[in-house]
């Protein structure tokens, strides 16, 4: 599918088949195209071209809410005046649904998000967290074979995003639904998919599960954007390798040369700061003993080191 706003392509061609029961992360720095992506196959946003099938239904004709699909969004909006209960039987009952049955149904969704016994509560009366399984609550409440996120941990502090995080995956796997969602985080693609889906500039630059978009990026720009490696350009072209595989060596002749700018003790390691003969940075994760062994100090030129094995060889750039 593709999305033009005016003459500017936003969405540019995307073509992606996610597999049912999928946990699905589409990744990418700001302005790729990720939301507006999810917002067409939410229905919230209607493509200039394409077809979008679900369960092998063409869908771009429906409503959002005939779709098969729900949507939580960045910030979780629950009715402020409304109960838990209210909030996650709403939409049952803008279907039409009896109360007695739609209640029956948000209690079973509440107790799958274990909130149970703050049903009666206004959606102030809650932490962050619980409001967010409220909101996970109201959007699984109408059986959707997919679910899709916009940034849904974002608004969460540090130490609740990972729990949250864990939540999240834990009812992706427990209901077998597919979920689709939308970070421009590494750590948590990495964490939640079983497909990230990396994209720029409006199309797909890699995807594959997160071992492979990780360990074997494809481009200079995965390689960076997924973090943890060094890009290097060599007479061959350019590689990147990780910097948990990058060895610090004396200066040889012919071999690729950085000056060091700093160490930082990681608590499993160090982190060593290199700064490359054009300006490149990068960098060398060593441990303990790979440091007492040969003592590094920040101002001193090394040698860059790596198995073949580790070598992954990036296509030019487009
Ligand atoms: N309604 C709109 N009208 C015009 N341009 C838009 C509109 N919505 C999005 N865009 C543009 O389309 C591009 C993709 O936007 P989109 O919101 O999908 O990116 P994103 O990857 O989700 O970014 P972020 O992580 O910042 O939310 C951007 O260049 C954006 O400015």
């Not at 990744?27 to 229905?43: D, H, I, N, Q, V």
């Not at 997919?146 to 209901?175: I, M, T």
């Not at 012919?254 to 700093?262: E, F, L, N, Q, S």
């Not at 160090?270 to 060398?284: D, H, I, K, N, S």
Request: charged residues 20%; neutral net charge.
């Amino acid at each position: 599918m593709t999305k033009r706003f005016g003459g500017s392509v936003a969405v540019d061609a995307l073509e992606l088949k996610i597999p049912a029961g999928t946990y699905c992360c589409l990744l990418g720095p700001s302005g790729c195209g990720k939301t507006t992506s999810l917002r067409m196959l939410a229905g919230h946003e209607r493509q200039s071209s394409g077809d979008i099938l679900l369960d092998n239904h063409e869908v771009s004709g429906l409503p959002p809410a005939q779709r098969g699909t729900a949507m939580m969004f960045q910030s979780y909006a629950l009715f402020p005046h409304l109960s838990c209960l209210d909030n996650v039987a709403f939409s049952l009952r803008m279907r039409g649904v009896a109360k007695a049955e739609r209640h029956a149904k948000a209690r079973r969704m509440l107790a799958l998000v274990e909130l149970e016994a703050l049903a009666d509560r206004l959606p102030a009366q809650l932490s962050g967290g619980q409001q967010q399984r409220v909101a996970l609550a109201r959007a699984l409440v109408t059986n959707p074979s997919a679910l899709l996120l916009d940034e849904p941990l974002s608004a969460l502090d540090p130490f609740l995003r990972g729990r949250v995080r864990a939540e999240l995956k834990r009812f992706q796997r427990e209901l077998g639904i597919t979920f689709v969602h939308v970070t421009h985080s590494q750590d948590e693609a990495l964490a939640l998919a079983d497909l990230v889906v990396l994209m720029r500039d409006g199309r797909i630059e890699q995807q594959g599960t997160p071992l492979e978009v990780f360990d074997s990026p494809r481009t200079a720009f995965a390689a960076r954007f997924m973090g943890g490696h060094n890009v290097i350009g060599l007479p061959g072209g350019l590689v990147a390798v990780r910097t948990d595989r990058t060895r610090l060596l004396p200066v040889a002749e012919g071999a690729v040369a950085a000056t060091i700018r700093g160490i930082e003790y990681t608590g499993t390691g160090f982190a060593v700061a290199l700064a490359g003969p054009r300006g490149e940075e990068w960098q060398a994760l060593l441990s303990e003993a790979a440091l007492r062994a040969q003592p590094w100090e920040a101002g001193q030129d090394a040698g860059l080191g790596w198995d073949e094995v580790d070598v992954r060889h990036l296509a030019a750039a487009a």
